[in-house]
């Protein structure tokens, strides 16, 4: 059974997606020629700012995501990266937050619509983004290297049974995407829900956060004990990497059952 090599890249975007799309296409590269097989970029890389804006938004086939896919083919690896996409009619007026997975032949594999939009801490997402149905036509998993991959998105990190739907859908790797906000104790919160992910579905989980102004960095890839192998602080770009083992999943799992265990199932609220 072979090992997953993964990179995580920590970047710092602004609200030039020409300026976002050469930090990405940079990561993906430098990922790539340090062995890399799955990179994993934050949310919000095609576009960023204080205050998130309609601006920001891109088609699903705009310039960014062009960039981003045709490194991708270039570096022969598989890519997560998190994007903000118009909207499929005029007449919504609110974009979509979107994490995409794009496979080693540049072309699009899937993509998740992030479910749990940011209304908390004086920040309000649902004023600009829609958010994504609670459904499994809405659920990314890719199978990678003897791993199944599943994708989050930030807050999301806040709703355990999100990631109980991947463990469900069989995911050994919890891929999170993040901007997350900075603050008072929010660094701990983030560090403290990503271990808490890992460790209760006995899965590693790559936190791909973004770092700079009014975010916190922190970006990490933990074990499926909960335990960090590689992390970061703010700095404004980093990239970590490490090999992922399917028999660490497997000897973990029988040590610690608790996902054959479970007596509640997960239901979409409403």
Known sequence: MTTLPVAVAQLSATADADHNAR?????IADAAGR????????EYTSG???????????????????????????????????TTE???????GRARNVAVAIGPDGTVRGRYVKV???????????????????????T????????????????DLRFPEAFRVLADAGAHVLVVIAAWAEGPG???????????????????????????????GHSAIIDPLGVPIAET???????????LDPAVVNRVRETVPSLRHRRYRVVPAG
């Open 23 to 27: 930090l990405a296409t940079a990561a």
């Open 35 to 42: 062995g890399a097989e799955l990179v994993v970029l934050p």
């Open 48 to 82: 960023w700012a204080p205050r998130l804006g309609p601006d920001l938004a891109q088609p699903a086939d705009g310039s960014f995501m062009r960039a981003v896919c045709e490194a991708a083919r270039a570096a022969a690896v598989h890519v997560v990266v998190g």
């Open 86 to 92: 118009t909207g499929p009619t005029a007449e919504e």
């Open 116 to 138: 749990h939009l940011f209304d908390a801490f004086g920040v309000r997402e649902s004023d600009v983004l829609m958010p994504g149905d609670p459904d499994p036509a809405n």
């Open 140 to 155: 990314l998993v890719l199978d990678l290297g003897g791993l199944r991959v599943g994708v989050a998105t930030c807050y």
């Open 186 to 216: 929010k660094v701990a919160q983030l560090q403290t829900l990503a271990r808490a992910r890992a460790l209760e579905n006995t899965s590693y989980l790559l936190l791909a956060s973004q770092s700079g102004h009014g975010r916190s």
């Open 233 to 243: 602080g703010d700095e404004t770009t980093a990239t970590l990497r490490a090999d």
